[in-house]
């Protein structure tokens, strides 16, 4: 399995970016797909996530402005996020589970002004 990551960059604060993961097999056949990130010496911490069923999962810090989505003719995982602040820049991974985990590349999403 490959995971695509795709559409980070620069915005500024209050602004919006829209990240997209392309995955080498059917989107809607992972337990779970999600996206993570990692900011300069910090952990990689869960952003969202949706799970076979369409629930989903976000962390306190992200609800209200960013949402994750499934794209199943593209067969990716998308994640929009709005309202940006500059405690939101990291480096985002996208990762799906079936059986065992998948990670994408890092993309880097910078909120500065």
């Known amino acids: 399995v490959q995971l695509q990551a795709s559409g980070g960059g620069l915005a500024q604060p209050g602004g919006s970016l829209s990240l997209s993961c392309a995955a080498s097999?059917?989107?809607?056949?992972?337990?779970?797909v999600g996206w993570y990130r990692q900011a300069p010496e910090n952990q990689r911490q869960l952003v969202a996530r949706?799970?076979?069923?369409?629930?989903?999962y976000y962390a306190d810090s992200v609800k209200g402005r960013f949402t994750i989505s499934r794209d199943g003719a593209k067969n990716t995982v998308n994640l929009q996020m709005n309202s940006l602040k500059p405690e939101d820049t990291a480096v985002y991974y996208c990762?799906?589970?079936?059986?065992?985990?998948?990670w994408g590349q890092g993309t880097l999403v910078t909120v500065s002004s």
């Open positions: 949706v799970d076979a069923g369409g629930s989903t």
């Open positions: 097999r059917r989107i809607f056949t992972f337990k779970v």
């Open positions: 990762h799906a589970f079936l059986g065992i985990g998948y």
